[in-house]
Each structure stands twice: as structure tokens, then as C-alpha cells.
């Protein structure tokens, strides 16, 4: 069964920016339903969140982003209609938040500290531990990399008022989005556009472009010899992992998520997604 959040005008109906991959699982012979991701959000009652769903059987998420309590409180709530989700909370936790998955992948991406609070002394600890140079901040889950200069790139750790300044700008601008803590990255510059990989079961379903750079195809065949016992050590069911080629031509990780809220770029067909899900369970 795929769930996909509601329309939130016609809430018996996909939303739209789902819609095409709900058609392509229902042409795949596929149940789907849909959840209230607005009223999980918001912490609202989960069950009735979830009244729509029929009750029993497996399920695989695709939808918006949920904080990891959230989305504990979404399987909790499936639960209680007989219906379990490929990733548990814990699981969908290590891949969505970068503590989660960094020390499996530290080798291959930027080196990255991080704080569990959003006060000056936490952050300035993280960035004496990661040491003088450019780097980018972010929260757990998310950076604001529209906002560049303002909320995202730091020229210098060692200028510590001007790396607080745009630490501070990023945890205004995230809000009440923002998760967990701040995590700093080395700026390591790049030399590509991303590209977004799906692996299931800890296996490579699908190779595309990133969805910000959704015409930037891969130039060839990506070799993922030297990435796939490393994401095979996170034993997590779902996940993307985003790379791209650094300056000096070395592949590089630049983020890891839970594939059930990453995004489709609109140039990879539902359906070759909706196949290499369903492919791990026949």
C-alpha cells in the first residue's frame, strides 16, 4: 500500500505534487491511500490522520517531510489499524537526521560536528572541533542553501561573531522547522551538479538527476562500487543518498535522507520509482 499525503482542499484526493506517483502505483495494481500530513504536522490527533487507510497490511510512505516524533506518531497510529511501514521511527530517524547516518559515511563526505541545542556555547564548541576554514551550517535535517551568504556558507570558522551571525540567521529563518541542533560542514567545493541515488534494502534501484537540477542528468554510468557496502552498513530499507563531484573530481556524499520524503525530480518517471519499490517485494 502507498501512502501520500492529502489535497489539502479535497482531502479525499492525492496531493497534487503526489498525484502522479499515487496514478502510477494504482496503474501498478497498488493500494493506495491517503494521510492528513497537515494534522500529523501539527501534532493533531494521528488517528483520525489516518482514518482513511484501510486497515491491515504492509505500507511505504511518500510524502512531505515530518519531524522524527511525528512520523513516530503516524506509524504509531497505522499500527492501531493492523498496517506496518517498511521504516520504523528509529530508522526513518537515522536516515532523515545527519548524527544519524554521518559516522557510517564519514570517509566519503565532509568532515561535520554538531550540537543538540541552539545556543551560542553549543555552537561555538562544534565549530572549535571542526577547526579554522570555510564551512556550511545547517540544522539536523535541513540547510537553507537559497540563502547562501546569509544563512549557509561561513567563510571562516575562526571569525567566531561572523560564523554566530550566520548560524543565528539560519535558526531564524528555519523557525520552527528547525531540528535538533547545528551541524557544521567543511566547505568542500564541487565540480557537478548533484545526483540522487535510491537504494532499497540496501541496493541501488535508480541513478538520476537531483531534483533542484532535474535536466542535469549523469553524465554516463556512475560508478557506486566504493558507496554501496557503506550504505548497505546502515541497514535502513529506503533511503537517497545526493552526490556530487568534488573540485578535484572525487566523488563526494553531500546529504543522506529517508526516501519515503525525498524528492522525485520531475525528470524520473513515477513509475521507475514505483518499481524499484515495489521490485523488493515480489
Not at 510512505?61 to 519531524?67: F, H, K, T, V
Not at 564541487?190 to 541496493?203: D, I, M, Q
Not at 537540477?213 to 558507496?227: M, N, Q, R, S, Y
Amino acid at each position: 500500500m502507498l501512502l501520500v499525503p492529502a489535497d489539502p482542499l479535497r482531502p479525499r484526493r492525492p496531493d497534487e505534487h503526489f498525484a502522479p506517483e499515487a496514478r502510477a502505483a494504482r496503474e501498478a495494481g497498488l493500494t493506495v491511500a491517503v494521510v492528513d500530513h497537515d494534522a500529523l504536522a501539527r501534532g493533531d490527533d494521528p488517528d483520525r490522520a489516518v482514518a482513511s487507510v484501510p486497515a491491515g497490511g504492509p505500507a511505504v510512505y511518500r510524502g512531505w517531510m515530518l519531524r522524527g516524533e511525528r512520523y513516530a506518531e503516524l506509524t504509531e497510529a497505522l499500527a492501531r489499524r493492523g498496517v506496518s511501514v517498511r521504516t520504523t521511527a528509529e530508522q526513518y530517524r537515522r536516515a532523515h537526521e545527519l548524527p544519524g547516518w554521518y559516522p557510517a559515511l564519514a570517509a566519503v563526505t565532509p568532515r561535520s560536528a554538531w550540537t543538540t541545542g541552539a545556543e551560542r556555547a553549543d555552537f561555538d564548541r562544534a565549530r572549535r572541533a571542526l577547526g579554522a576554514g570555510p564551512a556550511i551550517v545547517r540544522d539536523h535535517v535541513k540547510s537553507m542553501k537559497h540563502h547562501w551568504h546569509e544563512a549557509t556558507f561561513i567563510p571562516d570558522l575562526g571569525d567566531r561573531d561572523a560564523a554566530w551571525a550566520v548560524a543565528r540567521r539560519l535558526r531564524q529563518l528555519r523557525a520552527d522547522d528547525f531540528v535538533g541542533g547545528f551541524v557544521l560542514r567543511a566547505f568542500e567545493p564541487l565540480g557537478s551538479a548533484e545526483v540522487r541515488t535510491w537504494w532499497v534494502r540496501g541496493r541501488c534501484a535508480l541513478v538520476g538527476p537531483h531534483p533542484d537540477t532535474p535536466h542535469d542528468h549523469p553524465a554516463g554510468e556512475v560508478d557506486l562500487g566504493w558507496l554501496a557496502p557503506l550504505v548497505a552498513g546502515l541497514r535502513l530499507p529506503f533511503v537517497t543518498v545526493d552526490l556530487a563531484l568534488r573540485a578535484d573530481g572525487v566523488w563526494r556524499v553531500v546529504e543522506v535522507g529517508d526516501g519515503q520524503v525525498s524528492d522525485r525530480p520531475v525528470t524520473v518517471e513515477p513509475t521507475a520509482l514505483l518499481a524499484a519499490l515495489t521490485a523488493e517485494s515480489r
